[in-house]
């Protein structure tokens, strides 16, 4: 026996019930629909001796709190025993990469990577990189770098020669003085201190590491 609505099908079969729910509507819309047909509907079905349920989810991906409101709904009905509920696993997060590139990135280029990057090279004025991690350019940054930029407030951005035209570290952007273009400068790194960008001597990046793990609680 099969008895549907819009997003909820409950299906009888030889030993319990499949609740097959709509894997392409509003979530909240489903549990509504859902709560309204124990309450309302199926009172023959949902009355009685235990009877067991197996919830089925199509390609819908939830999280542990929307799966609880749902059980937490079904588990309303005294004689309904969830026995499984199918959905599709959460796809691991894909690890950030740490990647060594060489060349030169020239007015016009953007060089993009998820993850931290060691370049080999220089960055030329109009030339950009931009990471979600770390940035090391062993070689001459005259360009813009983006280090960060999907939020990770605690990137860096090291240089072996350091003239940017735009540093940015997450959100925050920060354009040197104009005579960072003439002055020779030792290997030096950016990083955000108190939401503002700092440059400090590429010796000092083992300090600055120990405090943000410091920060962290590791």
């Known amino acids: 026996m099969?008895?549907?609505?819009?997003?909820?099908?409950?299906?009888?079969?030889?030993?319990?019930?499949?609740?097959?729910?709509?894997?392409?509507?509003e979530y909240d819309e489903l549990l509504s629909e859902l709560r309204y047909k124990l309450?309302?509907?199926?009172?023959?079905?949902?009355?009685?001796?235990?009877?067991?349920v197996d919830v089925k989810m199509g390609?819908?991906?939830?999280?542990?709190?929307?799966?609880?409101?749902?059980?937490?709904?079904?588990?309303?009905?005294?004689n309904l025993l969830i026995?499984?509920?199918?959905?599709?696993e959460s796809e691991p997060e894909?690890?950030?990469?740490?990647?060594?590139?060489?060349g030169m990135v020239r007015s016009g280029?953007?060089?993009?990577?998820?993850?931290?990057l060691l370049f080999l090279g220089d960055v030329n004025?109009?030339?950009?990189?931009?990471?979600?991690?770390?940035?090391?350019i062993l070689g001459a940054l005259r360009g813009m770098v983006h280090a960060g930029f999907e939020g990770n407030e605690e990137a860096i951005i090291a240089a072996s020669h350091f003239a940017p035209t735009q540093l940015r570290i997450a959100?925050?952007?920060?354009?040197?003085?104009?005579?960072?273009?003439?002055?020779?400068?030792?290997?030096?790194?950016?990083f955000l201190q108190n939401g503002a960008m700092q440059i400090d001597k590429i010796s000092n990046i083992v300090r600055i590491r120990r405090d943000f793990n410091v920060f962290k609680g590791v």
Request: hydrophobic share 30%; proline share 5%.
């Open 2 to 25: 099969a008895v549907k609505s819009n997003h909820v099908t409950i299906k009888g079969i030889k030993d319990g019930l499949v609740f097959l729910l709509d894997d392409e509507c």
């Open 39 to 52: 309450e309302h509907s199926h009172q023959n079905i949902l009355t009685g001796p235990i009877i067991h």
């Open 59 to 78: 390609s819908r991906r939830i999280t542990e709190d929307q799966k609880q409101n749902m059980l937490d709904i079904l588990k309303q009905k005294g």
């Open 83 to 88: 026995r499984s509920v199918e959905f599709p």
């Open 94 to 102: 894909q690890a950030p990469v740490y990647a060594i590139m060489s």
């Open 109 to 116: 280029q953007v060089l993009r990577h998820n993850g931290d």
């Open 125 to 136: 004025p109009g030339g950009s990189i931009l990471c979600t991690g770390d940035i090391y």
């Open 171 to 190: 959100e925050q952007i920060s354009r040197p003085p104009d005579e960072w273009e003439t002055r020779e400068t030792s290997m030096e790194f950016a």
